[in-house]
């Protein structure tokens, strides 16, 4: 079992910026590819950003590329979400998520992913 807990989440105006941070425990971090996901009201769950185990992979959803970075400290068991050049329809609850197996490749559904996080609400104002 792998715990995850996110923190970081707030409200900025369009175009600033935050940093979310996912803490996991239970099991070895490092074995696991993790993603970020998003769930704005009234829609279903989407990607955003995945990091491979060894961090030397990442990918990202269209529509943040270029504005967000994933990335992660294994020796602190820990993935960021580093947003900038929010805007508006960045608005959602975002959830941190570690791969239903170790050493595996990144993928971007919900079905790779076992373990979620509680989620943390960013509100981006215009």
């Known amino acids: 079992q792998v715990q995850l807990v996110e923190s970081g989440g707030g409200l900025v105006q369009a175009g600033g910026s935050l940093r979310l941070s996912c803490a996991a425990s239970?099991?070895?971090?490092?074995?696991?590819?993790m993603g970020w996901f998003r769930q704005a009201s009234g829609k279903e769950r989407e990607f955003v950003a995945a990091i491979s185990w060894s961090g030397g992979t990442a990918y990202y959803a269209d529509s943040v590329k270029g504005r967000f970075t994933i990335s992660r400290d294994n020796a602190k068991d820990t993935v960021y979400l580093q947003m900038n050049s929010l805007k508006p329809e960045d608005t959602a609850v975002y959830y941190c998520?570690?791969?239903?197996?170790?050493?595996?490749?990144?993928?971007?559904?919900?079905?790779?992913?076992?373990?979620w996080g509680q989620g943390t609400q960013v509100t981006v104002s215009s």
């Open positions: 239970g099991r070895t971090f490092s074995r696991y590819t």
């Open positions: 998520a570690a791969d239903r197996d170790t050493y595996r490749a990144v993928g971007t559904s919900t079905h790779e992913y076992a373990y």
